[in-house]
């Protein structure tokens, strides 16, 4: 190519062509480089990372069997200094990007786009993005969780409560209907929140019919779990906003402590077994089976197809290792918090038997 328009498109790529010039006594490409080398080594204080110089084309005539025409052919002398690993690739992509502008006209680029993500490294991903999700979805199902106790401490301390006995409402009666009434409270929240889910397009949740039903069944049964669990908190308290404080922070830390635990432990070898045993007394708590099933929800379909390959079938949404273990414990809390809510309440109702106990 024509070695000034060349000079000049390296200028224009950013280089600095000005103010080197190397008196070449011949055009061969050994004395060329000698006379770089030797600028390099008299101009140490030089800040080029490279240089290059050109020797005159020189005619060479091909091989006799071609017969063709002898071409011109230039030599170009590239050095860099070895601390600038970058400057050789760099000045060589410019010179080539010159020669081609001469030949071709615009300046030829080159993009670069990152590798699709495994299917590994999106669950992995995906993963986080579920665990902080999972945090969020909690922090006001705390608030959920923990107001079904300040009516019935309210009940106590007006002595409402009392007056309810009083006019012949037994305690299994006064239970059955407050559970009732809370249930129905939590059916309307958990409808509220599946419509929710479903405006803003939460495929995890969402996405099918057995997505949603495991989430209505998911919320409908912490709720189930939940409401007893404050039935029989409240005993232990006098005002409602103290019992109001308390069970937020239990179902907070509860659900946001364990559920972060639980993901930190899983994601280590040397604690997965010890992980493993806490499940069975992590799923004891409501929020943390709530949190975790979201957690679940939501990578349960990347990391099946990334174990099994795409158009796999999913492990089942019921099974005990998905959702089916947090169901079945929030269930038996259910139960057993309802029947501790009735033992304390006889035992609150009996006198003799307190005094007894006494």
């Not at 299994?172 to 809370?182: I, K, M, N, P």
């Not at 404050?230 to 308390?246: E, G, I």
Request: hydrophobic letters at 50%; one cysteine or more; aromatic letters at 12%.
């Amino acid at each position: 190519g024509n070695e000034a328009a060349t000079w000049a498109a390296l200028g224009e790529m950013g280089w600095d062509t000005a103010g080197y010039s190397l008196a070449v006594a011949t055009n061969s490409f050994p004395n060329v480089t000698a006379e770089l080398s030797d600028h390099l080594t008299d101009s140490p204080s030089d800040t080029m990372p490279a240089a290059l110089a050109f020797s005159p084309a020189a005619f060479v005539s091909p091989p006799p069997p071609l017969g063709a025409a002898p071409s011109a052919i230039g030599a170009a002398s590239l050095l860099f200094n070895s601390t600038s690993i970058h400057a050789l690739p760099c000045l060589l992509a410019s010179l080539y990007g010159a020669l081609a502008q001469q030949q071709g006209g615009p300046t030829p680029a080159a993009a670069v786009h990152s590798l699709p993500l495994s299917n590994e490294d999106k669950a992995d991903i995906d993963r986080f993005v579920a665990l902080f999700a999972a945090i969020i979805i909690l922090i006001p199902f705390a608030f959920v969780a923990a107001q079904f106790v300040t009516p019935l401490v309210r009940e106590r301390e007006t002595g409402s409560k009392q007056m309810q006995f009083i006019s012949g409402v037994g305690p299994l009666t006064y239970w059955l209907s407050s559970w009732a009434w809370d249930y129905a409270a939590h059916l309307l929240i958990s409808l509220l929140v599946l419509a929710i889910f479903k405006i803003q397009g939460e495929a995890a949740f969402t996405g099918d019919g057995e997505r949603s039903g495991a989430t209505f069944l998911l919320l409908l049964l912490f709720g189930y779990a939940v409401v007893p669990v404050a039935s029989a908190a409240s005993f232990a308290f006098k005002t409602p906003s103290n019992a109001l404080t308390v069970m937020i922070a239990f179902h907070f830390l509860t659900g946001f402590g364990l559920v972060v635990t639980d993901f930190v432990l899983a994601q280590l070898d040397s604690t997965k077994d010890v992980n493993d045993g806490l499940q069975y007394l992590f799923l004891l708590f409501p929020a943390y089976c709530l949190g975790k099933g979201f957690t679940t929800l939501s990578v349960r379909a990347v990391e099946a197809e990334a174990a099994w390959g795409v158009g796999a079938a999913p492990t089942s949404v019921y099974a005990w290792g998905t959702l089916g273990g947090n169901l079945a414990y929030m269930a038996g809390v259910g139960v057993a918090f309802k029947l501790l809510t009735l033992a304390l309440q006889y035992l609150e109702s009996d006198v003799a038997l307190q005094q007894k106990v006494a």
